[in-house]
Structures are given as C-alpha cells and as structure tokens.
C-alpha cells in the first residue's frame, strides 16, 4: 500500500511540476513569451495615454511648486522601477546561481540595460526637477548619490558580464556583484528618512495615506503601472534575443527561423 | 482639462523646458531602446541562419 502511494505521488507530482517548470527551459518560454510581448506593450500605450492625460490635463497645478511638480509623473515611476528592476534582477542571478539553471541568468542579464535606463531616467528628470525647485542640478545628498550608485551598479554589471567570455562563469561573476549590490536599495529607499537630504520626503507610503492630491495620485500610480508592463515587455524582448543568441545551434532554433522567413 | 489654451499647456506656468525636458527625453529613451532590442533580435536571427548554413 504504502509502496504504491508513494510512486503514485511521485509521478503525480512530477507530471504537476513539469507543467509550471518547463518553462524553466528557454525553448518552452521563448514562444510564451513571445506571446505575452504584443500584449504588454499594448497595455503599457494604453496606460501611458491615460497616465498622461490625467498627468498633463486633468491634474490640478500644484500651489506651492507650479507646474515643474508635472514631473513627478514620469520622476517617481522611473525612479521606483530603477530599484523594483535591481531587485528583480538580484532575485533572478541568485536562482541562475543556486540552482544553476541558465534561463534565471538570462533574465538577470535581460533585466539590466532597462534597470539602467530607467536609473539614468529617474536622475536626468530628477536633475529637471531640481533646477527650478532648489535651484541646482545636482547636489551630493544622500538620495541622488545612492541613486547614482544605483547607475552604477548596473553599468558595473553588464561591464563585468560582457567582459568575461564564459556564460556561465560570467553569469556566476555578475550575480555575486548584484547581491552584494543589493544592499544599497533599502539605502535609497530610507535615505529620506536617515539622513537629513534636501530631496524631500515621500508623498507615498504603504504605511500611512499618501499627502497629495487624489488626480495627482491616480496620474503616478497609473504612470507607473505603463512604466512596470513597459519594463517586462523590454525585459522579455531582450530575453529573446538573448536565448536566440545562446541557442543559435540547437534544432529549435533552427526549425524557429525557417518558420520565421 | 485645467488649461485655458494650448499655448498654456505648451507654456507649462513657466516650466516648460523642465517638464518637456523630462517627458521628451523619457519617451525617447524607451523608443531608443525598442529601437535597440529590434536590431538585436533581428542580429541575433542572422547569426543562427549562419549557424545553420554552417552546421
């Protein structure tokens, strides 16, 4: 009886597995994905336009910083996926490096240019922001440096993946940089709070109700929900590109380009 | 709609190369890198035809 139980469960688990763990394997997730990328692009417009409106339209000007607060719109969205993204990131080289499967060091590595893009974005529109409110491009507090840091990082870490020639060592190289890199997000995150920077405050936090206007509100959140499905879309194409470029040999991919022509 | 004309909305309270600023270079950057990673998938297709002549 109890013999029979357990080969039972043991297939049985299997066959549940396989069904979610296939797509640990490139070829099962490179036509998933391809799949998803129409959809999450579309979503990110849709979002974007409507973001916008609200951000550009609707939203009332602020008293005390005119209309130059409008930036916020683009701003805390860019500067929120900039960590959320190196998190991700972090996350997905610490899978490829404990389990060695190569698809999560795929996705650290797809993950990257955009964390940076976004990285140099939250700085170049915070540099905007911080002519006309404090008067100066940048200022070395706590806040805008850690972010630079943040930058970075990043740069640090494509660097090092590029300059390594084996993927798998260049994969286990980058993802002890990104964990180590990880401590410096809670620092941008709390920098506000720790020390005494001229970059002000949060509006918004998940402990207490946000200080600003509702309309205000609603244009960042929605912004950045275009930002988020914008990033998975990039992370995902880029993924793609990544796996037709290590897997340029197999028979998949073979059979993939000639349906492709 | 919060303005009174387009040029108001263009004219942003004074602000308008802060926020433009940021909005252009925002949207450009994303078209700039959709622009990238379609050069890179159509690169890597060419590579594995190679691979495939070759093999």
Same mark, same amino acid.
């Not at chain 1, 006309?132 to 507090?141: C, F």
């Not at chain 1, 949060?202 to 402990?207: A, D, E, H, I, Q």
């Given at each position: 009886m109890l013999s029979i139980r357990t080969s039972y469960t043991a297939g049985d688990e299997q066959a549940r597995a396989g069904n979610w763990l296939r797509y640990a394997a490139p070829q099962a997730f490179f036509p998933l994905a391809g799949r998803l990328i129409p959809w999450l692009l579309a979503a990110a417009l849709l979002l974007s336009a409507i973001g916008l409106y609200i951000g550009l339209f609707a939203a009332p000007t602020d008293f005390q910083q005119g209309d130059a607060y409008r930036i916020i719109f683009v701003h805390v969205p860019a500067a929120w996926l900039s960590m959320l993204i190196y998190l991700a990131m972090a996350f997905w080289a610490a899978v490829g490096l404990v389990l060695n499967t190569r698809l999560s060091s795929m996705m650290a590595s797809a993950l990257a240019p955009t964390g940076a893009l976004f990285t140099f974005l939250a700085l170049w529109t915070g540099a905007l922001w911080g002519k006309?409110? $404090?008067?100066?491009? $940048? @200022? $070395?507090?706590a806040r805008l440096t850690s972010e630079l840091i943040l930058l970075f990082l990043y740069i640090g870490f494509m660097a090092l993946q590029a300059a390594i020639s084996d993927p798998r060592r260049a994969d286990r190289a980058g993802a002890v940089l990104a964990l180590v890199g990880v401590v410096n997000v809670p620092v941008i995150y709390f920098s506000v709070q720790w020390w005494n920077t001229l970059h002000q405050g949060? %509006? @918004? %936090?998940?402990?207490s109700a946000p200080t600003m206007a509702t309309l205000m509100l609603q244009g960042m959140l929605i912004m950045t929900l275009a930002l988020w499905t914008y990033a998975i879309a990039a992370t995902l194409q880029r993924l793609r590109a990544i796996v037709l470029e290590s897997e340029r040999h197999t028979e998949w991919v073979q059979r993939y380009i000639t349906e492709e022509k | 709609m919060i303005w009174d004309s387009w040029s108001d909305l263009i004219a942003m309270g004074g602000y308008a190369k802060y926020v433009w600023g940021s909005f252009a270079v925002v949207a450009a950057t994303l078209a700039g890198e959709q622009a990238a990673l379609a050069l890179r998938r159509r690169t890597a297709l060419k590579a594995a035809r190679a691979a495939g002549v070759r093999s």
């Open positions: 006309p409110t $404090w008067g100066a491009w $940048w @200022v $070395w507090d949060s %509006s @918004v %936090s998940l402990r | -």
